[in-house]
T-cell receptor
């Protein structure tokens, strides 16, 4: 079956760095997405990786290893506004998104 | 900016009622989706549509139907609401040209409680 695994909850300190991991098993693979969802709000697109390696976008970076079925989202210089859930999703061979349950990130001062 | 608007943020309905959830997008996107989001579970796709009057079943279509009479509007219908349909419902849209990258833009969600 198809499956996405990511930690349920993580805690980090303001100004620090945090890495949120995601492993996936899908029927075919056409890319890996990360979305951010603040409580009570819409998920918003953060990043898309389809090739191996690291994509950097400001304070946020996303990494993909296709051979390992693994991705991570790296958040640097954490701010209180980064407190949110981070959703990992893989695009399968039918171009359907398979979603993880999300990682709730709590930032402490 | 893409805007996806869901008609209600909160709804309370009784078991057996017919429920309509409305979604409108303003960016001329061909693809529209309905998901439900429950604690501890990933987003689950209920139905999607690639064009007007087109619909495709997602992973959990039972108990739901959809309507897409106009490109910008995608409605989710619960024919006879049940308590296990209490959930957060999210609508999304995307450009068909982005099939591979498939960035989806979401509405803020409708939290439905069925009593």
């Amino acid at each position: 079956g198809q499956n996405i695994d990511q930690p349920t909850e993580m805690t980090a300190t303001e100004g620090a760095i945090v890495q949120i991991n995601c492993t996936y098993q899908t029927s075919g693979f056409n890319g890996l997405f990360w979305y951010q969802q603040h409580a009570g709000e819409a998920p918003t697109f953060l990043s898309y990786n389809v090739l191996d390696g690291l994509e950097e976008k400001g304070r946020f970076s996303s990494f993909l290893s296709r051979s390992k079925g693994y991705s991570y989202l790296l958040l640097k210089e954490l701010q209180m506004k980064d407190s949110a859930s981070y959703l990992c999703a893989a695009l399968d061979s039918n171009y359907q998104l398979i979603w993880g349950a999300g990682t709730k990130l709590i930032i402490k001062p | 900016d893409v805007k996806v608007t869901q008609s209600s943020r909160y709804l309370v309905k009784r078991t057996g009622e017919k429920v309509f959830l409305e979604c409108v997008q303003d960016m001329d996107h061909e693809n529209m989706f309905w998901y439900r989001q429950d604690p501890g579970l990933g987003l689950r796709l209920i139905y999607f549509s690639y064009d007007v009057k087109m619909k495709e079943k997602g992973d959990i279509p039972e108990g739901y139907s959809v309507s897409r009479e106009k490109k910008e509007r995608f409605s989710l219908i619960l024919e006879s609401a049940s308590t296990n349909q209490t959930s957060m419902y999210l609508c999304a849209s995307s450009l068909i040209a982005d099939l591979a990258k498939n960035i989806q833009y979401f509405g803020a969600g409708t939290r439905l409680s069925v009593l």
